[in-house]
């Protein structure tokens, strides 16, 4: 088997360290702002179930292909598939695709992460207190169309993120995670018990999780399973080796598949919870539950306003969500890091100084769309640059990237069924199955290429 041993490459200090540094990166925007609104929109608990079934069926394998991947090589992105592939083959050109999906995600994710530090600010001050709904759609409208303001927010998270990094593996990124993903936890628990409290909470926990078969034939049975396959194959962000990354750090002692499921499992908890801390609170206060970027920072600002101690509970909530923003961003820092770390050799200092210059202009496009660049609409009216941003890694890389590690694990001119097995069931911990060959060789790259397919045609 063509692999690397330990002891060559830093190690996670703790199995719990892997895994919620692994969730964090997976644990997005995404859990917050679409998976709540569409559960209750195609029939809350069925939905769910469908969900869950894909997730299984396709982000549970592929994240276990990545972490095999990164594992067996002790590399990042573009090392890894030098290391493994056959001699002659060139596997690795993906590396540089995945790498790019990395800066890409970067150059609008870091200006999403700097929104919620911009709101933690505003609600502990007290600037969304008593205002109109009106004013609060126009305090977001204004930050956005204020470059100054976008671009320091940005630098912010930037730098932040950057300077975890630098205080190393363990020290710096695994340490700091831990303190985030479960402060994350802990703040999720106390505002889903604040937001159950509130009256006619009940009638928005019954519109998320109770089952609606009304909703689901009126949805259509292949739109709600195309909703439900793309969420769970979008929330684990495989497909750019932000998970094999992590992968390359950790020890042989636990199954891959086993760590993957835990993982998946806490990132389908925050999902889950995260909504029920939204429906209860609208349906609390008569308030018509949104996704996106409006359901953030208009309609869930405007309920906080609502509620007795409000900018408490709105402050929680905005460090819930950079909590989950800024554990993705440093996890992909990490990446990034990594490869230059592998394939220049570069000091850990000097890839950080290089970095932060070069994500920071790379992502004035996305922070200059909202507002000098505005004019700028790739996809359509009202479309901006981060929307292009987002379309080409969400509906390109994250796709293709995912089919590739699945050649490039079950194909004989890669590296192989056999040696995935063997390094992905070497430890304790659930295996995955021989008999399931077939199905992840064939069935499974079929299916991604469906999800590919039909994301073009949804969005155009």
Not at 18 to 40: D, H, K, M, Q
Not at 124 to 131: A, D, M, Q
Not at 140 to 166: D, K, Q, R, Y
Not at 301 to 319: D, E, Q, R, T
Request: aromatic share 14%; charged share 10%; proline share 4%.
């Amino acid at each position: 088997m063509k692999k690397v041993e330990d002891g060559v490459r830093e190690s996670f200090s703790s199995r719990l360290g892997f895994i919620l540094i692994s969730a964090g990166c997976a644990i997005g925007l995404g859990n917050v702002w679409r998976f709540p609104y569409i559960t209750g929109q195609y029939g809350g608990a069925i939905f769910v179930l469908i969900y869950l079934i894909f997730l299984v069926m396709l982000a549970l394998p592929i994240m276990t292909m990545e972490f095999s991947v990164g594992r067996a090589s002790r590399k990042s992105i573009t090392e890894s598939f030098k290391t493994l592939e056959p001699k002659k083959s060139k596997w690795h050109i993906f590396g540089y695709f995945a790498l790019a999906g990395n800066y890409l995600l970067m150059m609008f994710y870091t200006t999403i992460a700097g929104w919620m530090l911009a709101y933690c600010v505003k609600m502990i001050k007290g600037e969304l207190t008593g205002v109109s709904p009106e004013q609060i759609t126009w305090a977001f409208s204004s930050m956005t169309a204020n470059p100054l303001e976008m671009i320091f927010w940005t630098a912010v998270v930037i730098l932040l993120c950057f300077g975890v990094c630098s205080l190393g593996l363990k020290n710096g990124v695994e340490r700091i995670t831990k303190v985030l993903m479960l402060g994350l936890l802990a703040i999720m628990l106390v505002l889903c018990v604040r937001t159950w409290t509130l009256p006619g909470a009940s009638e928005g926990i019954a519109f998320y999780l109770k089952p609606d078969f009304e909703k689901f034939m009126q949805a259509g049975i292949g739109e709600v399973v195309f909703a439900a396959m793309g969420q769970a194959f979008f929330t684990l962000s495989v497909g750019i080796g932000s998970m094999a990354i992590f992968g390359s750090y950790q020890t042989r002692e636990r199954t891959l598949m086993g760590e993957a499921f835990y993982i998946t499992v806490l990132d389908t908890s925050v999902a889950v919870v995260s909504g029920l801390i939204i429906f209860p609170a609208c349906f609390a206060y008569n308030v018509s539950p949104d996704q996106g970027p409006s359901l953030i920072f208009m309609t869930l600002p405007h309920v906080f306003n609502s509620m007795p101690y409000g900018n408490i509970w709105g402050s929680l909530f905005f460090v819930f969500m950079s909590f989950a923003a800024l554990s993705t961003v440093i996890a992909i820092f990490q990446n990034i890091i990594a490869y230059a770390g592998d394939s220049f050799k570069w000091s850990v200092k000097k890839s950080i100084i290089i970095n932060i210059v070069l994500v920071t202009v790379l992502s004035l496009p996305c922070v200059l769309g909202f507002n000098v660049w505005s004019h700028i609409m790739p996809l359509g009216e009202g479309s901006t640059i981060l929307d292009l941003e987002d379309f080409i890694v969400s509906n390109n890389l994250l796709p293709l990237g995912a089919l590739v590690y699945c050649l490039f694990c079950t194909s004989r001119y890669g590296w192989g069924f056999d040696n995935f097995i063997e390094e992905c069931n070497t430890g304790k911990g659930i295996k995955f199955p021989k008999a399931m060959r077939i199905y992840a060789a064939y069935i499974l790259p079929l299916v991604i290429l469906y999800i590919f397919i039909q994301g073009y045609i949804v969005k155009f």
